[in-house]
């Protein structure tokens, strides 16, 4: 393989003074934060549909960048295998170790689903081969159920039993493509697995049917050998007006209604919490407290735009609050940070590629290192802790212990002289300690 980015050179760890734009100032791969190197507390991956095919155009205007890696083409068996090359470049030379992708993400759809799956074969035959020189590997796959017009009206909640099948065909191809390639996650994201209007809408039917895709894709799954887990990507809003899986909750709700919580757990995107009118460190929170967190798509949302800006991660105080979750989850076992990020319109060139993925590393190595220190400090902990000990002893530990009841709780209320007073949630003086660690040198 020849090199394509030849102006770029291998980004490497110089340190928060530096002034090379193509350095980390806090990603130190090898670092140790509580007991690991920093490239396993993050694992960070390369997203195809983004890095690799983001052209820069939006719905008011064409493509502002032409990523053809040398081929003079786009959508071509020829460009995709050039493409394969570029991908692993970039990796390699961000140190990189995982990447994710939809199956229309990596190869041209051909004439037939014959000649679309022989397209697939072909190229992941050579991203196998790359995988096995370079050591990068699958973090997860996905199927791009969204974008042709044959889903309109969803997939495995589609309107249709025809194209509920196709889905699901297309669902078994990228499985079997995630095994192959050793993926350890498999995503369900449910673009337009929701509705616009309840006057057309059998609500109950498409939820039951959406239950009963991923049943059918994890028995197949686990039928060929799939070890890995499997996720569900809440997002609120866009492109359906009601979404199934608007946010944790709602998607743990549904895993739990239809007993997956075996094989379901979630990936979490910073900007998609944004677009539910949530913080990103929430999402995280209400997996982690239900035995759901799985994996993270990491970018961020614009609070002062209605939609998915998918821009990389710069808000420290957000990766921050963030990796804290993660974290207190106990890390990552089968997910990752995946780069669920893209370039500005404006950002153009091959150059930006690599300057959006320092950007985001750096500030998600940084939160790495201030969350560790949030721990490390125990300030914060120390004052949750405090304001619920009431529930560690007498009356309080009763109720959690779930020894007492309604008549025990009014006799102890009527045996009181003044209520005990909650205390002050001192937020202020919280968030306080929390610039403090951020802005305190180490």
Known sequence: MSEFFTNIPKVE??????TNKYAFKFYDAEREILGKPMKEHLK??????HAMNGDGKDIFGDPTIKKDYGTGEVGTMKHALARVDAAFEIMQKLGMEYFCFHDVDIAPQGKTLAETNKN?????????????????????????????????NGAGTANSADVFAYAATKAKKSIELTVKLGGSGYVFWGGRE?????????????????????KMAIEYARSIGYKGDFYIEPKAQEPMKHQYDFDA???IQFIQKYNLQDDVFLN????????????FEHELRIANINNAFGSVDANQGDPLLGWDTDSFPSDVYATTLGMLEVLRAGGFTNGGLNFDSKNRRASNTYEDIFLGFVLGMDAFALGLIKAARI?????????????????????????????????????????????ENPGSGRQEYLEAVLNQILFTQE
């Not at 929701?194 to 991923?214: H, I, P, S």
């Not at 914060?380 to 020894?403: A, L």
């Open 268 to 279: 979490i995107e910073a900007n998609h919490a944004t677009l539910a009118g949530h913080t």
């Open 375 to 419: 721990i490390e400090d125990g300030r914060i902990d120390e004052f949750v802790k405090d304001r619920y000990s009431s529930f560690s002893k007498g009356i309080g530990k009763k109720i959690v212990d779930g020894e007492t009841n309604l008549v025990e709780l009014a006799e102890y209320i009527e045996g009181l002289d003044e209520f």
């Open 249 to 251: 909750a709602t998607a």
């Open 194 to 214: 929701g509705y616009e209007t309840l006057l057309n809408t059998d609500v109950a039917l498409e939820q039951d049917n959406m239950a009963r895709f991923m």
């Open 120 to 152: 697939l074969d072909e190229v992941t035959d050579y991203m196998l081969e790359k995988m096995q020189e370079t050591g990068i590997k699958l973090l997860w796959g996905t199927t791009n159920l969204f974008n042709d017009p044959i889903f309109m």
């Open 44 to 49: 960070f991956s390369l997203a195809w549909w």
């Open 13 to 18: 760890f110089e340190g928060p003074t530096s």
